[in-house]
């Protein structure tokens, strides 16, 4: 079957980093997607990655391993206003349909 | 407005009530989804528009669920005689195609659904 696994629920403080793991097994590969969802708001994209490595954006960075099925999100200089869920989501073999994972809620503490 | 649009917001109803939401895409957008994300799970793929094509609607979960796409830009999700467990948010979603494999999908605020 198709799966994609994220931790349930992370704390931080404001001003560290936290690191966000998403691992996946899908028939098929074209594209693993990061969106961030504030509570009771819509999913807003983050990033993309199809390629192994690391692709930085600001204080957000996303890496990607296919060999392993595995990603992550790294959220450095943290901010109050970062305190959201975290959602990854796979495109397998299907050209429009994506594989969500459950979302992570990351919660900042002053 | 330039996001997608959804109504009502929020949505109280009865057990065996009939509902419809609304989902108001991006201008130019060619294809629609519809999400359900219940509490602690993650997107729950519904239904899929594309232009003119049939829309995939595999991923509705009952005959009691049913959705529409008119004039291919407005889409209306229908639930005929919900019950409890159909309680949840609804996102409706949006791209410009499905050519490309990094095409985002933008979301509407969603529907809050709770059935009494």
């Known amino acids: 079957g198709q799966n994609i696994d994220q931790p349930t629920e992370m704390t931080a403080t404001e001003g560290a980093i936290v690191q966000i793991n998403c691992t996946y097994q899908t028939s098929g590969f074209n594209g693993l997607f990061w969106y961030q969802q504030h509570a009771g708001e819509a999913p807003t994209f983050l990033s993309y990655?199809?390629l192994d490595g690391l692709e930085e954006k600001g204080r957000f960075s996303s890496f990607l391993s296919r060999s392993k099925g595995y990603s992550y999100l790294l959220l450095k200089e943290l901010q109050m206003k970062d305190s959201a869920s975290y959602l990854c989501a796979v495109r397998g073999d299907s050209n429009y349909q994506l594989i969500w994972g459950a979302g992570t809620k990351l919660i900042i503490k002053p | 407005g330039a996001g997608v649009s959804q109504s009502p917001s929020n949505k109280v109803t009865e057990k065996g009530k009939d509902v419809e939401l609304r989902c108001d895409p991006i201008?130019?957008?060619?294809?629609l989804y519809w999400y359900r994300q219940s509490l602690g799970q993650g997107l729950e793929f519904l239904i899929y528009f594309q232009g003119n094509s049939a829309p995939d609607k595999s991923g509705l979960p009952s005959d009691r669920f049913s959705a529409e796409r008119t004039g291919g830009s407005v889409s209306t999700l229908t639930i005929q005689r919900t019950q409890q467990e159909d309680s949840a948010v609804y996102l409706c979603?949006?791209?410009?195609?499905?050519?490309?494999?990094?095409?985002?999908?933008?979301f509407g605020p969603g529907t809050r659904l709770l059935v009494l």
């Open positions: 990655n199809v």
């Open positions: 201008s130019g957008h060619t294809a």
């Open positions: 979603a949006s791209t410009r195609s499905r050519i490309s494999p990094r095409e985002t999908q933008y």
